[in-house]
Structure formats: C-alpha cells, structure tokens
C-alpha cells in the first residue's frame, strides 16, 4: 500500500509538487493564518504580543485536540455528533472526582478511561449493530446531554483543588494546553500515516469492500477507532474543564459542530479516505485567530459565526474545485 | 417486498405511540385530556412543519443542517423589516418567508452545481445564517407585535389551535406528495441510485433545489409561528432544531441513506417523541430524563428494525 496521503496512482513529479499537492488543503490554512495575522497586526500592533497569541492559541486548543479523534472516525467515513455532550459529561466526572478529594491524577485519567469506554458502545452500536453512525450519536447526544443535566441538576461545580487545574499550568512558558495540542497533534499524524493500524483507517473510508478483501477486521477496527476518538475527546476535557475555577454543566453550544468543522475545513473529507490531524489542528487555531482578530480590528464579535460560515464555504468550494479538476485530470 | 417493509417500521412504531400513549394517560390523569392533547400539537408545530419537508431531504439521500440557523436568520428578519425599515407587517412576514426560501435555495445551489456533499455545505450554511442573525440583531430583541399576528401562534380557530391547523395541511399535502406524484417518486430515485436516475433523464439537481428551497421555507414559516407564539424575536432561536427534526425523521424509518421513508412515518415519530416529553414531565419525569429516554427510543427502535430486517440490502 502507498503511503501517500493523497490518492496513489499519481504519475512522479518533483518532491515541491507532490508536497503541494498532498498537502494542498493544510497549507492553505497555513497560508490564511499568516495572512490574517499580518493584517491583523498591521492594524493593531498589539495582536502580536506574546501573550495575546498564547491566549489565542491556548483556549481554543480542546477544540483541536477534540478534532484529532473527529478527524479519525470521519476518515473511517462515519461522524460523531455527540461529542459536545461527551466532553460535557466528562468534564463533570473529572471535577467531581477531584473535589471528591481523589489524587489528581485519577481526576485526569477518569475521563480518558470513561471517554473511551462510551465510545467504544457506540462503535459497537455502528459496527455490530449497523446503525449509521449519525443516527447513534444523535441517540448518544440526547442520552449524554439529558443524563448529565438530571444528574447534576445543572450545578456547577467550584472549589476544584488548584493542582487539578491544568490549562492554567505553563512549561517553558508555553502554556500546558499548547503542549498537549502539538503533542497530540504529531503523534496522531505520524501514528496514522506510519502505522498500520492508521492506514487501515484510510483504507476503510477509501473502500471498504476492498479493505475487507485485504483482510482488515473493519467491525473491531470501527469499535477500536471510537474507544481511541472517545479517549481523545477525554484528552481534550481536561484541557477544556481545568481552563476555569469552575466546571459549568453545560458546554458551548453547537460544539460537536465547531469540532467537526474543524476536521472538514482542514482537509478531512466528510466521504472519507482522507485528510490529515494536522490540518484540523490549523483550522482550529484559525478559528480562535479569527475570533481574536474581530476584537483586535474593532469589528463586533457578533459576527464572528457569519465569517467563520463564509470561511467553511469558500474553503470547501476552492476544495470541491480542486478535486472535480484533478478527478477530471485523471478521468483523461 | 418493500412496501411490506415500510409497513412494518411504522406498524412498529404506531404500536410503540399507542403503548406510550396508554402508559402515559395511566400515570397521569392530565395527559389524556383534549386541551392538554391540542396544547401539545400547538408546541409539536414548529419541529413538525421542518421535519416533513426534512423527510424528503434525507430521502434523497441528503441532509440539512441548517434549518436551525434559517429558523433563527428568519425570525430576526422578520423583526427587522417590520421594527427597523417600517414594513407593513404582512409584508414583513413575506419577506421573512422569503429570506428563508431563498436561504433554502441557496443550499440546494451549493449542493448541486459544486457537488459540495450536503452535510458541509449545511453545516457550513448552519455557521453563516446563524452568525447573520447574530449579526444583523446585536443580541436585541423585537417585541410589542400587533394583537392579530397573535393568533397564529397563540389563538385557535373552530377550537383547534392555529398552527396545527396548518402543520394538518401541509402534513396532508406532503404526504399526498411524496407518496401519490410524480414528484414524489423522484425523490425516491434520486435518492436511492442517484446516477440512475439521471440516466433515466430525471431532472436530479432540479428535484434536490425544489426540496432544499422547500426546507428553507418550512423552516421560515416556523420561525413566523414561533415568533408568534413566543412574543418575540431573538438571534438563538431554533438552536438544536435541526436535531430534533432528524431525530423524528429517522425514528419514522425514514433510511438515512436515502430512498426509504414516509411522511406517516414522520408524523409517528413526532408524537412519539411530544407524547413522551409531555406525559413523563406529567408524571414527574424531569423534562431531561426524558431527553435521555427519546435518545435510548431512536438507537433502539432502529435497532430493532435492523434486526428484523437483517434479511434486507441494509
């Protein structure tokens, strides 16, 4: 098997090109962020300071983490939209362990281990039980949110030990949450275009008959794939749920969708097959950039969700360009 | 063979609505009364008109997720026209309607001339309506409507409250649709062989911005209803609709993968789903329990289906 990222069966051409055009998709974020930092800071200097870009980076990073484990079950060609209610429900069981008075670390592990275990259900739902996976996680996201909301009562939850709180700690000056995103983000890249679990993921998004006549257990890798994204979305709880002093029963609305936009925008294609972690993880530091840049150049933030719309739609546009021309190039 | 099996999801279903229904007037004696009943269809309109004209989105094999987002971009336009540019009401309301087709139409075009699938480029259109609304409104909100606009949302007419009145018709007029016309069985080849129908010489991106245009304007006329029963107009409103219509579509038997699926379907699993939140807050459930029960109901009923249909393509 190849080990392209982009589909094989390309003829040669010079390492540049075939890096371009692997890769198209994540460095056109790449490209939309220096953009947008330029102008931002061409307008207002102060976008530029240190701390500014550690905050930009640092709050939105449970969303990229959160987009690692989307990334991986959307390139199986299924989707999670319960995973706003997940990392709710999980936020919960971490704080309340650690107020409960449990070292820190169970506090931590807890939602990593409680992540992994509910999604592998649901993957066993999509896997043995054939229910497409929107249709379960759409079960799971109202099992989640109403089993969380009449457990806690909608109480939040204060007095967390100040050990507990993560996302506030900083290494190097950089702080934890930017640490966990990098990390995660290149374990997750080099695991899934090296390994070959990973490529098997690409090879049941791609086909998955033809992945079946490979010899690929698609039932027990979709379960696997599920426990590992649940595990994950645990990763991205804790960076979500030790920002604050308080962990709240709620979490941002439309959250699942900010994270599965976030895969889509960084090159992962909602029919499966391909993309990439670390477009997902541009994408969600351009969503933060964005949102601090509005402020930085005094445009109200109530229209932050109108560019953040426009951008998925111009992305996804030059995208469908690109592919309908290569298809068109190769149909030739 | 398949008409035997579009029955026996709904057979199902009817038996679980009825079970529920009896379960339900057992626990308490408030639930099977004619006022509560027609109070529960006012509160089901909303959901109900975007969920029958999401049938025939996901029979295409299609899906909208932005329904919330027009609901909500309709709404604060409707405010807009009327409070801020001085538009007669009437012909705010048109307009808001309007705006919401249009919205609809839009998503259909992105879907068909990009061949964008159509969970991005909703998704994608869910972030831009909803973020135009926020936009557009500052976080203000639009009240001190005139008495008869009122009606809609809040009155009745020959004792029957209005807007069920009209989810009835276009319940009717859906079903007589998807089930009796031409129109209707061009949905279902659209959505169950897509390049089939094609070749047939079947008008494919026609029926696919006819239906999404439609969603658009389902979801305006709810967010004029909702705009009247609530007083109000606000930029959140209709957050999370797009779920809950998916989730009475599905539960319907309404096959995600398109090609399959009716609108009694729908209308059952709607009931299904309002009976279930009004009768176990009646009995004391909390209104989130229930939450969890109507999740628990979609994976299994689902599930069960599948099991009885293991014989079957999918």
Sequence with gaps: MSVEAAPAFRPRRSGLTRFVSAYGQEIVIACAILILFAVVSLINPRFL?????????????????????????????????SVGALIGVLATISGTLAVAGYPVWVAWGAPILAGAAINAVVGALVAYGKIPSIVVTLGMLSIL??????????????????????????????????????????????WMRYSAFGRSLYAIG???????????????????????????????????????????????PNLELTIITASVIGGVSILGGTGTVIGSTLAAILFSAIGAGLIFVNVSAYWLRAVIGLLILITVLIDMLRRNRETRQASR | MTIKKLLRHETILAVLVVLALIVLAA???????????????????????????????????????????????????????????????????????????????????????????????????????????????????????????????QGQVLGVPTQLWLLGIVAVVAAVILGMTT???????????????????????????LIYSASGFAAALAAVIFVSRVSTTRSDMGTGVELDAITAVVLGGTSIFGGRGTIIGTLLGLILIQALKNGLSLAGVKSDGTIVLIGAVLILTILISNLFHRDGTR
């Design chain 1, 49 to 81: 300071g240190a701390n500014n870009l550690n905050t930009i980076i640092s709050g939105n990073a449970y969303i990229a983490v959160a987009a690692i484990g989307m990334s991986m079950i959307i390139i199986t060609g299924n989707i999670d939209v």
């Design chain 1, 145 to 190: 949110r109403g089993g969380l909301v009449s457990i806690t009562g909608g109480a939040w939850i204060s007095n967390l030990p100040p050990d507990f709180l993560l996302a506030q700690q900083r290494l190097l000056g950089v702080p934890a949450p930017v640490w966990f995103m990098v990390i995660c983000t290149v374990i997750a890249f080099l």
């Design chain 1, 206 to 252: 791609g086909n998955s008959e033809a992945a079946r006549a490979a010899g690929i257990p698609i039932e027990r890798r979709i379960v696997e794939v599920f426990a590992i994204h649940g595990a994950i979305a645990g990763v991205a709880t804790i960076l979500f749920a030790t920002q604050l002093q308080i962990i709240q029963s709620t979490v941002p």
């Design chain 2, 27 to 153: 626990q308490s004696p408030r639930f099977f009364t004619v006022d509560n009943l027609l109070n529960q269809g006012r509160l089901m309109t909303e959901v109900g008109l975007i969920a029958i004209v999401m049938t025939f989105v996901i029979v295409t094999g299609g899906i909208d997720l932005s329904v919330g987002s027009i609901l909500g971009m309709s709404a604060i336009m409707l405010g807009v026209f009327w409070k801020n540019f001085g538009l007669p009401l009437e012909l705010a309301i048109f307009l808001a309607l309007m705006v919401g087709t249009l919205a609809g139409l839009f998503n259909g075009l992105i879907i068909t001339r990009f061949k964008v699938p159509p969970l991005i480029a909703t998704l994608g259109t869910l972030a831009l309506y909803r973020g135009i609304a926020e936009g557009v409104s500052q976080a203000r909100s639009v009240r001190g409507y005139p008495d008869w606009f009122y009606v809609l949302g």
């Design chain 2, 183 to 209: 129109w209707g069985r061009m949905t279902y080849a659209t959505g169950s062989n897509e390049t089939a129908a094609r070749f047939s010489g079947l008008r494919v991106d026609r029926v696919k911005l």
